[in-house]
């Protein structure tokens, strides 16, 4: 439940730290429908060991090795359906300006960016806008061995089943149902569960929990639920059960990148993973992830597993994916000194004391530079990770928090010079608090969130940590969110020598109320609610402060020549209103107050002013600026000598989008061979 998103398509930049990438490195990749594909720069990686690089080149493999899962988990015709749709536009011999090719290509662009049909973000279905008759033309214009058919299908089965799968929208319409007013489950057109109910699902892993059991399985984290002769099943993902192609690879590559671990703490958790990976065994997860939370020595470091579990309605099985990173040296010691600090600000945050957690324990905090995203963290991808997420392994050897900072920097970068600031801030004053602090800020507020934010508070005596049911992701980010911004006011940032003005914070708070209350409303078809839960977070944070802002004025949304804008008059007062909000968030955790947090999400989180969505949406269509962003990977090419052995690894930067992903395809589909 731990990840951070992009908030917003940053304007004007300054101020980047010393690792800043060359002037003439190029971060725009692609762009179609509502995406573009950036390349993000891997400062650093040229002055890693050998050692160190070949760690990082293995872990890749081992990374790649995945993607096929994600797509499985994503709906369980995405594979077939990229190898058919991948097929026909390397052979296609026709017209490649025609409109129905345009609209292929595109639409095959937007399939690999969500890993499967649905959007990665909204989970809508992707509409297609070439024709159906095209797209049967195109198939029966490939030869047979070229046709990825299923054991035993013929061409028109196949098609039976992929033509409404693209082209009719009430068919799998959405990847993640979240709307609890019906089956979640049964609505979810992911591959988690088949056959099964909501109900018969809730029932089924009740009746497994043991609420006293103070080390709880994280079950049903690597497990498809299936009906088997009227009896619900799991499925678990391991090498001889579901995905064990896949993972036989991934067992492959990690065992080869244990012989260059930095150090015998983390050859032994490698060892351990691939245990997991071996048997499914759930409790062998736990104990890698205790292990992995321990190391703290390591510079190249890695996610590789089933970890989030945003893609499930039930929030219970974990979306495949892999991060490989080094430490960013230099840029660690910020979040160090926050952490070092946890404590200080736990015993001063501004709830009732009794929500306090008396120690704080191992918030380890770093500064990461991404190598490779894979799995469910590619192309799209987060820019901070707080794990593990069993919250028993959390509040007993504490989490890892990481800020990415290198992908942080190419949105920045990329962002420059968009026109986004002069279109949404208010004043020249207020642009330049921003050009000047919401680089720094921004970053903190990550840092802040992941490193404090999400291990602090305790839950009284009793009180279930899933109480929020489904608004759990919600409140909680809330709540990491409201943690972040109370300390960014904090003069203790300026004391430990993070930031050198007090005024800097501002940058965040203008930024965050601006994109709570209205820009990233861009993200959201007009007519539709609010669904991703940090956009419910931040919407929520924003419209209680705008609302209990009113009286004093403290914050106002000002109409200029028609158009609406952010005012901010009183900062400090806005602080306490963060602290009050705090205090209450805090309190409905950690009471389980399900129904108070039912009430503040449904009063603030979700409903749309139309009329200002729709000036939004109008205001951004003038400045052409794609809502979602997402990356290539740079490859890794290793130099060998006579012998076999590698003797470099070389970075290299120039592959475009739709070479990478096909060469993905080629190269790392073991699902699909
Ligand atoms: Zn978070």
């Not at 497990?223 to 009896?231: L, Q, R």
């Not at 963290?377 to 901070?384: E, L």
């Not at 940032?493 to 709570?516: Q, R, T, W």
């Not at 939004?616 to 290793?638: A, C, E, H, K, M």
Request: charged share 25%; proline share 4%; aromatic share 10%.
């Amino acid at each position: 439940m731990k990840k951070v998103i992009p908030t917003l398509v940053l304007g004007a930049m300054i101020s980047l730290n010393a690792n800043s990438a060359p002037k003439d490195f190029d971060y725009h990749v692609d762009n179609f429908a509502d995406i573009e594909v950036l390349r993000y720069e891997v400062p650093g990686f040229d002055d890693l060991s050998l050692r160190q690089k070949k760690m990082v080149y293995y872990l890749s493999q081992a990374a790649h090795m995945g993607r096929d899962i994600i797509w499985d988990q994503h709906g369980k015709y995405n594979l077939q359906l990229r190898q058919l749709l991948e097929e026909i536009y390397v052979n296609y011999n026709g017209d490649k300006t025609s409109d129905e090719f345009k609209a292929f290509e595109t639409y095959l662009k937007q399939v690999w960016f969500g890993n499967g049909i649905h959007h990665h973000y909204s989970t809508e279905k992707f509409v297609p806008k070439f024709s159906q008759e095209f797209f049967v033309a195109q198939v029966n214009a490939l030869p047979q061995s070229k046709l990825p058919l299923c054991d035993g299908q013929t061409k028109q089965e196949m098609l039976n089943t992929l033509v409404p799968v693209i082209f009719d929208p009430t068919v799998m319409a959405k990847g993640v149902n979240q709307d609890s007013s019906q089956d979640v489950v049964a609505t979810s057109a992911n591959n988690l569960y088949e056959g099964v109910t909501q109900a018969e699902v809730e029932a089924y892993f009740a009746n497994l929990k043991d609420p006293n059991d103070k080390t709880p399985i994280s079950y049903g984290l690597n497990t498809k639920i299936v009906k088997k002769d009227g009896k619900i099943v799991e499925e678990s993902y391991h090498l001889n059960g579901l995905y064990g192609d896949a993972i036989a690879e991934i067992i492959y590559w990690l065992t080869i990148a244990k012989d260059v671990a930095e150090n015998d703490a983390q050859r032994d958790y490698i060892t351990t993973l691939i245990e997991y990976y071996t048997t499914g065994d759930l409790r062998k997860f736990d104990e890698y992830s205790i292990a992995w939370v321990k190391d703290t020595e390591s510079e190249v470091d890695f996610v590789n597993g089933f970890i989030e579990s945003y893609g499930d309605p039930l929030g219970m099985t974990g979306a495949w994916e892999s991060y490989v990173n080094f430490k960013n040296v230099p840029a660690s010691k910020r979040t160090q000194l926050i952490g070092e600090n946890a404590q200080w600000f736990e015993d001063r945050s501004p709830v009732d004391p009794r929500f306090r957690k008396p120690v704080v324990k191992g918030v380890s905090a770093k500064v990461i530079t991404a190598a490779t995203l894979a799995g469910d963290a590619f192309p799209a991808t987060a820019i901070g990770i707080n794990l593990p997420n069993a919250n028993w392994i959390r509040a007993a050897h504490g989490s890892k928090s990481v800020t990415i900072e290198n992908i942080t920097e190419a949105y920045a970068m990329a962002s420059k010079g968009n026109g986004f600031n002069e279109e949404f801030v208010i004043d020249d004053k207020t642009r330049k608090l921003l050009d000047e602090y919401l680089y720094i800020t921004d970053m903190l507020h990550t840092d802040l969130h992941e490193c404090l934010g999400h291990g602090s508070g305790q839950l009284l005596p009793g009180v279930d940590p899933d109480a929020m049911k489904e608004h759990g992701s919600t409140l909680e980010e809330t709540r990491a969110d409201l943690y972040a911004l109370y300390y960014l006011a904090d003069p203790k940032l300026i004391e430990l020598g993070i930031l050198d003005n007090p005024e800097a914070y501002k940058a965040e708070y203008y930024k965050f109320m601006m994109n709570g209350l209205m820009t990233q409303l861009n993200r959201i078809e007009l007519g539709k609610d609010v669904e991703e839960a940090h956009m419910r977070d931040r919407q929520l944070i924003a419209k209680w402060i705008l609302e209990h802002g009113k009286k004093g004025k403290v914050v106002e949304l000002v109409k200029r020549k028609g158009k609406t804008y952010l005012k901010i008059n009183n900062y400090e007062k806005m602080r306490e209103l963060v602290g009050q909000l705090l205090a209450e968030v805090q309190r409905i955790k950690s009471e389980g107050d399900y129904e108070a947090c039912c009430k503040l999400v449904n009063d603030y989180a979700v409903k749309i002013d139309q009329k200002l969505h729709a000036e939004i949406l109008q205001r951004y269509s003038t400045l052409d600026i794609p809502p979602y962003r997402g990356f290539v990977n740079p490859q890794y090419i290793p130099t060998y000598d006579e012998k076999g052995n590698i003797i470099d690894i070389k970075i290299d930067y120039s592959e475009g989008y739709t070479d990478q992903m096909l060469r993905l395809s080629r190269d790392y589909s073991p699902l699909t061979k």
